[in-house]
């Protein structure tokens, strides 16, 4: 039986750890647990600790891909571990009017055009039925709603929101069940050799495997772990959660509005966190404004709970657009995306024997394919899939 550790317990390292638990391998997950105070945080974070992330057809077709390949096992996924961590809801996206096709002058609306035209696309080959709407039909269909003119959006029937936290339970519940054992530490060194990799914790132990595969989202190039630096942006987000009365407070779809502010962001409708309150979600363009390059910047960003801007911006956001929310507070959250130079996943191998899995942008729509592909080539060394390798091959920063 194959020794393998996965380093990172978050929504791709628990998928991969599933999938090679349930292959037969004897399987370590390394990971601490969410901490339970951004407040003088020290070393990593995270990008997954959250209740509503999207999974949605998306522009690019890999994401689409990988996306919904994940999604058509949730319902077993659910099943089998006990957790439900997904809920159907609609995404409405955004774009310009003048979104029309060919014959536009404006780079920035052609630019949405060919996004606009994509995320149609790609929807009706995965059998959905997206509908345009414009102005007047927005209007009639959520009349909660308040939005700007020369705006239309596409409504995407078929998008889930998907609980993160629950979504990392399920997988570990099923890779525990299939004999996976997890170690609640940080990887602190990763020596490969020829017949081994040795890891070093934080606690100073050290364990040695047959064959790694290193999850570690956005601490991955801030860990050290690797050889040189993944080809990875890992930004300082801000998440504004608005509190609200209940889940029935305003009708509306998750949110991808456009706005001068950053561009616009996306709002997710009405969700419960653990503090068993009910808030708004929202992130806008701003999350990409704050690029972080080492473990102590992030550590320092994430100390400072987010951008307090950003939550007066929300709250007279959502008081001009969703005029019927009455919002009692509000807080921000630190989050932390990372963006790879190719924008789709990186599914890869450092060397014959530690894998790599690399998404901060649609990783949790796609955890549970990414973790099936690392697990697999992690286990055989070899890539079979109908998707090329080359399209979700590593790139090192330069
Ligand atoms: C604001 C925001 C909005 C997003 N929206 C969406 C969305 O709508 N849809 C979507 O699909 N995705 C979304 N994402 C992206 C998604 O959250 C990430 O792609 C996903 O969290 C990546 O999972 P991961 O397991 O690779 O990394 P992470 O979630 O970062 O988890 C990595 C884990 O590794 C652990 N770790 C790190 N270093 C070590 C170490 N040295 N030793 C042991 N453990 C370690 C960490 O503690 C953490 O638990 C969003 C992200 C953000 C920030």
């Known amino acids: ?16 750890a599933r999938h090679l638990a349930e292959s037969g391998a004897h399987v370590t997950v390394f990971g601490p647990d969410e901490p ?62 003048g979104a029309t096709g060919e014959g536009t002058q404006e780079p920035s609306s052609s630019h949405a055009y060919r996004m606009l035209d994509a995320v149609l696309e790609h929807s009706r080959t995965f059998g959905e039925t997206p509908e345009v709407l414009d102005s007047a039909q927005l209007h009639a269909r959520f009349p909660d ?35 996976a054992t997890r170690v609640r530490e940080l990887v602190v060194g990763l020596e490969s050799t020829a017949s081994q990799v040795r890891l070093t914790l934080a606690d100073g132990f050290t364990a040695s495997f047959d064959k790694v595969v290193v999850a570690t989202g956005a601490g ?7 050889p040189a630096r993944v080809d990875t942006t890992v930004y300082g987000a801000t998440i504004v959660l608005l509190e609200v009365d209940g889940p029935d407070v305003v009708q509306m779809p998750a949110w991808m509005y456009l706005d001068s ?5 996306l709002i997710t409708p009405p ?13 806008s363009g701003q999350l990409l404004s704050n690029p972080l390059h080492s473990a102590g910047e992030i550590s320092g960003w994430v100390s400072t709970g ?37 924008s789709v996943p990186y599914i890869d191998m450092v060397d014959e024997r530690v894998g790599l899995v690399v998404e901060g942008e649609r990783g949790v729509m796609m955890a549970d394919e990414i973790g099936r592909l690392s697990a697999r080539l992690t286990l055989t060394g070899e890539w079979r899939d109908s998707l090329d390798h080359h399209e979700v091959a590593v790139r090192w920063a330069a």
């Open 36 to 97: 339970a105070t951004f407040a003088g945080h020290q070393g990593t974070w995270s990008g997954h600790y959250d209740q509503g992330r999207m999974a949605v057809t998306d522009p690019l077709l890999v994401a689409s891909i990988l996306g919904h390949r994940a999604m058509a096992r949730y319902a077993d996924l659910a099943m089998r571990s006990g957790v439900t961590f997904s809920r159907s809801h609609p995404q409405l996206m955004m774009f310009p009017d």
């Open 261 to 265: 502010h950053h561009g616009g962001g």
């Open 220 to 226: 991955t190039n801030a860990s050290g772990l690797l």
């Open 145 to 179: 709603m308040r939005f700007a003119a020369n705006q239309i959006g596409a409504l995407q029937h078929d998008a889930l929101i998907v609980n993160p936290r629950l979504l990392v339970r399920a997988e570990l519940v099923l890779a525990e069940a299939a004999g």
């Open 1 to 16: 039986m194959m020794k393998i550790a996965v380093i990172g317990a978050g929504p791709l390292g628990s998928a991969t």
């Open 271 to 283: 969700t419960q966190y653990p503090d068993r309150r009910w808030y708004l979600k929202c992130a």
């Open 306 to 342: 987010g951008e307090s801007s950003e939550l007066d911006y929300f709250q007279e956001f959502v008081a001009r657009s969703l005029p019927a929310v009455q919002v009692r507070g509000g807080h921000t959250r630190p989050c932390l995306p990372s963006i790879n130079t190719t």
